[in-house]
């Protein structure tokens, strides 16, 4: 057994026993997705490097690509590897937000509200597309994936009332991002119950809008706004039982492995850069599960399955 595969059996003993309810993979998903079981995942909750927006220091690394199609390519080829290790009833949350094409500048310096916008590369702009358009990849990604068999089931709106300021004076600022849900299969897994909003008097529930409104949040570590607990947790609860097991491929900073932590769930990340899986770690040493009164007794409503074994991660 070689040292990848070692690390990656070590799961059995340590996720499904609940001695460590988040285990974090070091590497290129690429490669290390490949090594986990099929049918394992309750639900995927992850947000993938966007295209052309941020240089993680890493040779071929994705979002990277000099093409646009070469990148939702190789997300595509990802989140197939994602729709086999989940269930037969997981769903996929995707979070991603659309770009702007260069105008031919090659190159990004860092600044000081956003340390983590410095680039040594810009892509050109894609072919058929002009300076200063908006490229939808957003879009191009989710119709890529439903192409490949997914099931596109909701596209739902980020609003961000403390986005980032934009300089610019042609457009509005962009102030949102996109969420997208996907199925593996056309039944599955949905708690609409444990995500239902208050009406405007407060006095009763509706089902959860396509639109939410939730600030973004910094993270002194990696210099950078994260994905915030606040997105993660409605599609970790709709997406999964309690005590069920997430997959994030795009671990970064560790912030699903911390709302699976705080929610009763378990979590298994894949992160290629090492700097944030260090960053994930003392993340997820300061959190502890919390006992949420709209959420303790679970839901009865939710779709229910055949009763799950729980899988084998010996490689």
Known sequence: MNASAESISCLQSDIFSGTNPVQ???????????????????????????????????EGQIGAETEINDYIAH??????????????????????????????????????????????????????????????????????????????????????PNCQPESVKDRVTVSHEYIFMLSK???????????????????????KRTVWQINTESCKEAHFAVFPKALVRPCMLAGSPKGGIVLDPFFGSGTVGMVAIETGRKCVGVEL??????????????VTPTLDLDFAEGNQTAKRHEPYITPSLSL
């Open 75 to 160: 997300l595509v080829k990802v989140f197939r590897e994602v729709r086999r290790v989940l269930r037969s009833d997981g769903t996929l949350w995707l979070n991603i937000g659309n770009t702007y094409t260069s105008g031919g500048r090659t190159w990004r310096q860092s600044d000081a509200k956003n340390m983590g916008r410095a680039m040594s590369y810009r892509p050109d702009t894609p072919t058929g597309l002009k300076p200063k358009d908006l490229i939808g990849v957003a879009w191009m990604l989710a119709m890529a994936l439903q192409l490949d068999g997914w099931y596109l089931r909701s596209d739902i709106i980020w609003h961000k």
């Open 273 to 286: 850069k090492s700097d944030y899986v260090d960053i994930a770690k003392q993340r997820l040493l300061t």
């Open 24 to 58: 974090i993979i070091h590497g290129d998903v690429r490669q290390k997705l490949s090594l986990l079981p099929d049918d394992t995942f309750n639900c995927c909750v992850t947000s993938p490097p966007y295209w052309g927006m941020r240089d993680y220091g890493y």
């Open 185 to 207: 299969s056309e039944n599955y897994y949905f708690d609409q119950e444990s995500i239902k909003e208050r009406t405007a008097d407060g006095k009763s529930l509706k089902n």
